[in-house]
C-alpha cells in the first residue's frame, strides 16, 4: 500500500507542540488525567458514569474488572454507536428498554439501526465477555452526550460463582446482586469470580485479600475513594470448605475481613449471608458478633434458610441458582438491605412517576432528606436546590404549606415565588412544546428554611414525562456561618459568594453553613460545626449524613466569626479546626480543602497553623487562603456581613483560586 510522506515539523510547529505538552502536564498534575469537554462521547467525558472497578487512566479506553461491571449515560438525537476494540459480548438498555444482547461485535457498532425520535435518551451498556474494552460513542452530528440520573447509594456484592451469575443465560445481569441492586434503585457492583474463597489457599484465590485488588488478577490496589458504597454483601464459604479451610481459620478471616472492609466504607451497612449450602454458619454468625461487641452496629448476619427450593431452583448440585432462584434470592434479600438502608431503598424498586419524589430524573444538590419519607423530600442547610428536564408545555409544584422559593426555567430569568402553598403555577403562559428544564431553590433565613420547605412532587401535562438535565461534574461544598448562608443579601443563598463560585466555575454547589454558627459547640448555645459538619441537619445531633450520596471537588471552610463572641480559646479553636480538617478528608479523600482567613481576621495564626499541621502530617490537598484586604467598607451591609457587591468581590477573588486546583 503506497503511503504519503509526512512533512518534517517546522521549529515554530515543534514550539507549538512543545507548549501544548506544557499545558497538558499541568492538566495533569497530580495524577488526575485530563478531563475530556462534557458531550463528547470519548472515554473521559465526565457525562459517562462507570460502575464498578473501571480502568479509566489512558483516556482512550476504558476496561472494566471484576463481573457486571457497567456504564450509564444520556445523549440527545437519534441514533447512538458504541466504539468496541475487538470481539466483544455486551447487552445495552436505551430508555429504560430490555437489554438486547449484542454478541461477539467489533469496531463501531451500531446500537440504534432503528433511529429514535428526535430527543434525549439513556444508554447503559453491561459487559458480558470477550475484550471488554470501551473506546467512546459516536453520536448524531451536533448532538451530545448528557448526565444521566444516577441513584444516590451504591450496593457492592461480594461472592464467588453464585454471586457472579455463573451457569445462568446471562451471568451476571441473571445473578441475584444485579437483580437485588435493580429492585432497589440503586447502583450495584459484584466484586466476585467462580471458584474463589475467602481464604486463600493453594488453587483457591481468597477474596480477603484480593477484594482489595483492581482486578479479580494482580496486585494492583483499588482505590476505594472512587466510590463508596452503601451496602456491601458478602456471600463467601462456599468454596473454602473444599479446600482445608479450618473453621477457626474461615472465623478468623470472616472478622479481620469484615474490619477491611470496614475501613474502605465507613459508612456501610454490611451484610453476611449465610451460604445457600449452609457452610461455615456457625463462624459466619460469630464474625457478625465478634464486629457487633467491637461496637459495630452496622453488621448484620443473613439467615437464608427456607430461600431456595432444591430440585426447582438450582441449576445444578453444587448450589448455583438458576434464573429463578435468583429472582427468589433477590425478592428475599432487597428487603433485607432496605430494612437498614431506610425507607427510600424499601420503595425505590417501585418506579416513582414523573416528576414525583423518588423521581430519579430529579437530582436534588445539598443535603435533603430523601428517606424519612417516600412522599415528602425535605432539604436541610442553605443552599440546597433541585435540577428536572420535562417534556410538555407547563409545569406545576405541589407545595405542602407556604414557602419562599425561586424557580428558574430553560436557563432563563429567576422567578421569586412570595408565600405561595398548594399547587403553583410555574408556567402562566405555557411554553413552546418540547425539552425543558426547571431549577428550584427555597429561600432561607439564618440557614434555616423559611416556611414548609417540603418538596411534594410537579405536576406536568397529560402524557409527559421527565428526563435527566444536563449537570456539572463537580461539585464544592462551602462550610461556615451567617456570611457564606448570604444573609443580608438580596436573594440569600442565591447570592452568597459559595452559589456565585460554582455557578461561575459550572461546578454544584452547596452551603453547609447556618446564622451564628460556630467552630467550636459552646455551653451558651453556638451550634458547632466541627460537630455538625458530618449531620445530615445542623439542628439535629442525628442521624449522619451519608458521605457516600455525594463527593466533593473542593471544600472551602470559612469559620471563626463568631467563636470570638462566645469565649472559645485560641487553643481550642486551633485544636477544633484541626478536627475538622480531619473529618472533611475522612469523608471527601480527593477534595482540595480550602481554609480562609475569616473577612475580620478573627483566629488567623490558630487557622494557619491547625493547616500546617495537616500538611506536614502528609494531607497535601489543602490550601489557607489569607483575605487581607478583600473587602472594603462599600462591601458590607453592616461591619460583617458583605452585601451583594461584597459577596461578588469574595467570588472575583476566590473563584480563580478554586479554580487553579481543580479546573473550571
Known sequence: MQTTPHPRPTLSALLTTALLACLLSLSWAGGTPARAAAGDGSVSDPNIVYVGRWDTSSGTAAVPHWSGAYLRTAFTGTTVKVRARDAVNFYVSIDGGPDVFHAGVRGTVNLTPQPLSPGTHTLRISYRSGDTVFQGLVLDSGARTVAPAVPSGLVEFVGDSITAGALTDRLALDSYAWKTGEQLGMRHTRIARAGYCLVARSGCTGLSGQYFRTGSTGEQNWDFSRYRASAVVINLGTNDIGHGVTGAAFQAAYTKFLSDVRARHPEAQLFAVQTLKKRYVAETRAAVNARNSAGDAKVHYVDTTGWLTDGTDYEDGNGHPNEAGHTKFAARLAPVVAAQLGSAAAVSAKAAAPGQPGDPNIKFVGRWDTRSSSTLYTPYWAGAYYRVGFTGRTVKLKQRGTIDFWARIDNGPVKFYDDVKGTVDLTPTALAAGNHTLQVN???????????????????????????????????????????????????????????????????????????????????????????????????????????????????????????????????????????????????????????????????????????????????????????????????????????????????????????????
Request: glycine residues 12%; proline residues 4%.
Open 442 to 664: 427555597y429561600q432561607v433565613v439564618a440557614g434555616s428554611y423559611r416556611g414548609d420547605a417540603v418538596f411534594q412532587g410537579l405536576a406536568l401535562d397529560s402524557g409527559a414525562t421527565t428526563f435527566a438535565a444536563p449537570a456539572p461534574a463537580k461539585l464544592i461544598e462551602f462550610v461556615g456561618d451567617s456570611i457564606t448562608v448570604g444573609t443580608t443579601t438580596s436573594q440569600n443563598a442565591r447570592t452568597a459568594y459559595g452559589w456565585l463560585i460554582g455557578e461561575r466555575l459550572g461546578a454544584e454547589h452547596t452551603q453547609i453553613a447556618q446564622g451564628g454558627a460556630c467552630l467550636v459547640a459552646t455551653a451558651d448555645g453556638c451550634v458547632g460545626l466541627v460537630r455538625q459538619f458530618a449531620r445530615l441537619n445542623p439542628n439535629s445531633s442525628t442521624p449522619d449524613w451519608d458521605f457516600s450520596r455525594y463527593q466533593a471537588d473542593a471544600v472551602v471552610i470559612n469559620l471563626g466569626t463568631n467563636d470570638v463572641g462566645h469565649g472559645v480559646s485560641t487553643p481550642q479553636f486551633q485544636s477544633a479546626y484541626s478536627s475538622l480538617l480531619r473529618k472533611v478528608r475522612a469523608a471527601y479523600p480527593r477534595a482540595w480543602i480550602f481554609a480562609l482567613e475569616t473577612f475580620r481576621g478573627r483566629y488567623v495564626p490558630q487557622t494557619e497553623a491547625a493547616v500546617r499541621a495537616a500538611v506536614d502530617g502528609g494531607d497535601t490537598r489543602l490550601s489557607f487562603v489569607d483575605t487581607t484586604g478583600w473587602l472594603g467598607s462599600g462591601d458590607l451591609t453592616d461591619s460583617v456581613h458583605p452585601n451583594d457587591q461584597g459577596h461578588r468581590v469574595i467570588a472575583d477573588r476566590l473563584a480563580p483560586v478554586i479554580a487553579a486546583r481543580i479546573g473550571g
